[in-house]
């Protein structure tokens, strides 16, 4: 079966940072561009991050430059997003997902407050 | 960025109706390899998103065939050939031509 398992959310203080991983399992991971996307609290989806197969090329949304970095282990199926200054507006379920967008995790809460 | 802009963003629906959803982007969407990539996703209360159609007409594995896609350029719609009450929850268009990709705000479906 394939399936995307997030993890490493939680509650952290403004300023704080906080690394979430993604476990892949039921498909070759290395074969597939892989994404972070986010939806805060009662609102619409947003795109965060993106990552090439092989890790070579990486995007980001305007809003997260130079604070959050993708990246990826195809040894360990694992994808990850470091999240490092967070803000309020980060607060989210952040999912992890495959291609374009055509498996998605479960998803994992982020909660930035003090 | 590409504006993707939905309506109506509120859609009550009775059983056995058809329902529609147009989705409109501020840029053309045609790639530079001659595809569009414009997808739907629904996302039921509590849960992820699903992706139902990909490259604007094309529905993916295992989403009912009461579901369909058109449009073309700017102009995109789905389509619900008869809605069911599974078929509650909300529904966004996206667009993977250009990065940053982006979503339109979201169509919530419900019973009337």
């Known amino acids: 079966e394939v399936q995307l398992v997030e993890s490493g959310g939680g509650l952290v203080q403004p300023g704080g940072s906080l690394r979430l991983s993604c476990a892949a399992s039921g498909f070759t991971f290395s074969s597939h561009w892989m994404s972070w996307v986010r939806q805060a609290p009662g609102k619409g989806l947003e795109w965060v991050a993106n990552i090439k197969q092989e890790g070579s090329e990486k995007d980001y949304v305007d809003s997260v430059k130079g604070r959050f970095t993708i990246s990826r282990d195809n040894a360990k199926n694992s994808l990850y997003l470091q999240m490092n200054s967070l803000r309020a507006e980060d607060t989210a379920v952040y999912y992890c997902t495959r291609g374009l967008l055509n498996i998605w995790g479960q998803g994992t809460m982020v909660t930035v407050s003090s | 960025d590409v504006v993707m802009t939905q309506s109506p963003l509120s859609l009550p629906v009775t059983l056995g109706q058809p329902a529609s959803i147009s989705c409109r982007s501020s840029?053309?969407?045609?790639?530079?390899?001659?595809?569009?990539?414009l997808n739907w996703f629904q996302q039921r209360p509590g849960q992820s998103p699903r992706r139902l159609i990909y490259?604007?007409?094309n529905r993916d594995s295992g989403v009912p065939d009461r579901f369909s896609g058109s449009g073309s350029g700017t102009d995109f719609t789905l389509q619900i050939s008869r809605v069911e009450a599974e078929d509650v929850g909300v529904y966004y268009c996206?667009?993977?031509?250009?990065?940053?990709?982006?979503f339109g705000q979201g169509t919530k479906l419900e019973i009337k």
């Open positions: 996206m667009q993977g031509t250009r990065w940053p990709y982006t």
């Open positions: 840029q053309s969407l045609v790639y530079s390899d001659g595809n569009t990539y």
């Open positions: 490259k604007v007409s």
